[in-house]
């Protein structure tokens, strides 16, 4: 078991160190100057030339690449250019939110999606099964940006049921930080007024984000479970006697699930991606409304940044993916990559 | 033509053809379907945000413009968007494939570690990054869209290279002195092709989507193009009193994206007769 992680874990390194090598090239090569990108319209030569040797941008390419890996490898992205803060702190300071946000859409995503997806194989064909064939295709065509939009007109203009946007209302505040997340400090500080807060902020985005997983989860278990019900052990359990309930939870789900979980890896990806314009929509403080204020303010050394932020937490989460594989069922570690 | 009859046996597959072949027919004749077609460049400040009615059946515009026209007239580029990198994309990651597939060796093994190294990013992060990099506008969206969207054509042409190269008919091919192009585009490619063709379909869906995330963002389409995710973002700041601002562009893109989807569906399975079970 700690072998196969290990393994995993040593897999994942070849494309981050890639990864690395991508945005420097991105940042050095495609900007004509960079420095007079970072010198801004009004540069004059002298500046430009100063800020040349402040970055290291006179020195030669390779030892630049070197002191850009290095400077990674420490967490060092430099400062922002918008805020003058250093980026990697900026980063840390946001990823808690669009990690609650990520963490409460998945949560909506399994919890519907699974239930959905086996009742529309248990009634292949019903009802349900074509309402989670309309939602399985109609959730993933379904731009996020708009849903938000929509949501927002529908609940917070005209019935003004929920927050417009934020995290938590202004007038109560952030609890004390601890973790970074709303709902685990405002517990840990004892007020609950934060919390009720803090979920129904959270609901209309959630909701948003978590469509497109919904329906992919729905979808692979719906799959799986059909595919399961065909299989000989499952006849054999229903010749033996077992009702249907024990038998789909026993027998079919765990089988069944085995795929769904491959789907939240490649997922997350699709999460991360839609919380960028949905953070942006709710105001929500997370890494999505930091990259777009990055794009709006050209700070490429923030975007940079965040696009190897989100692609080392996207390789972790399938990491993470693959053990939780393993742990459900045995076998696919011993059938290796 | 069986996998076509296939295809038109299942009902939701020809009906996601069906919206797709009728946006293709409004987006070549868009000018002329049109009831405004001025309105893709022209305002008209003074009958601004007015709501559906019968001479505007969309309503209008924070400038006056008439939204049914310019959601035709979207159409017109969001496809043409679409068709641009999908095609593009193919152009970059189908011989990458095909070489990567082919032989085992470093040249393989490069090229896929490469294309991990663009796979290790979310789509539309890279392509953002990318976006900005090269200079904000439609163009740069589209290049960065197609630099992202290559590795999956790579994958998909990869796994059938790797799955055919071992066939009977390729030795058999190799035997009578056929030379590895020859074998790979000849043979091996027509054998791919249903799978990139479900992956083309597929794409297009997602890069409509992801291209009008972009213009949303302020990073694809700029004003006054009457680009679906601009016009859904130029919207936002007059809600709730114009609610058919964004709801019409918004239905738009879920209509297409809707079809290629469900298109992509049925070709898949179609093409694939191991899935063609599970369905009925």
Known sequence: MARYILKRLLLALPALLGLVVLTFVLSRVVPADPAATLAGDAATPALIAEIRAQYGLDRPILEQAVIHLRQVLTGDFGRSVFSGRPVAEEILQRLPATLELTFAALFIATVLGIPLGLVAALHHNGVVDNLVRVLSVGGLAIASFWLAIMLQLVFSMELDILPLRGRVDVALGMPPRVTGFVLVDSLVAGRFDIFLDGCRHLVLPAITLSLPGLATIARFTRSGVLETLQKDFVLYARAAGYGRVRLAAIYVLRNAVTLVVTQVGLLFGALISGAVAVEAIFDWPGLGTYAVQAILSADYKALLAVTLVVGVVYAVVNVLVDVAQVVIDPRVAEEGR | ?280
């Open chain 2, 1 to 280: 033509m069986t996998a076509l009859r296939l295809l038109l046996r299942d009902r939701v597959a020809a009906f996601g053809g069906l919206i797709v072949l009728f946006a293709l027919v409004v987006a070549i004749f868009a000018p002329w379907i049109a009831p405004y077609p001025d309105d893709a460049f022209e305002s008209h400040i003074m009958q601004r945000l007015r709501p559906p009615s019968a001479e505007f059946p969309f309503g209008t515009d924070n400038l006056g413009r008439d939204i049914l026209s310019r959601v035709i007239l979207g159409t017109r580029n969001a496809l043409l968007v679409a068709v641009a990198v999908v095609v593009a994309a193919m152009a970059i990651g189908v011989p990458i494939g095909l070489a990567a597939g082919w032989r085992e060796g470093w040249l393989s093994e490069t090229l896929m570690r490469v294309t991990d190294v663009f796979l290790a990013v979310p789509q539309l992060i890279l392509a953002l990054a990318l976006g900005q990099l090269i200079a904000p506008g439609i163009g740069a969206a589209m290049v960065a869209l197609a630099l992202t969207y290559w590795p999956f054509f790579a994958r998909t042409v990869f796994a059938e290279t790797r799955r055919l190269r071992s066939a009977l008919f390729v030795d058999a091919l190799a035997g009578i002195g056929a030379s590895p192009t020859r074998i790979l585009l000849l043979h091996v490619l027509p054998n791919a092709a249903p799978a990139v063709l479900v992956r083309a379909t597929i794409g297009m869906g997602f890069t409509i989507l992801t291209a009008a995330i972009l213009g949303f963002l302020g990073v694809g389409a700029a004003p006054p193009s009457p680009d679906w995710g601009l016009a859904v973002s130029e919207a936002r700041q007059h809600l709730p009193e114009a609610w058919w601002f964004p709801t019409f562009p918004g239905l738009a893109i879920l209509l297409l994206v809707l079809g290629f989807n469900l298109l992509g569906d049925g070709l898949r399975d179609a093409a694939d007769p191991r899935l063609r079970r599970s369905r009925r």
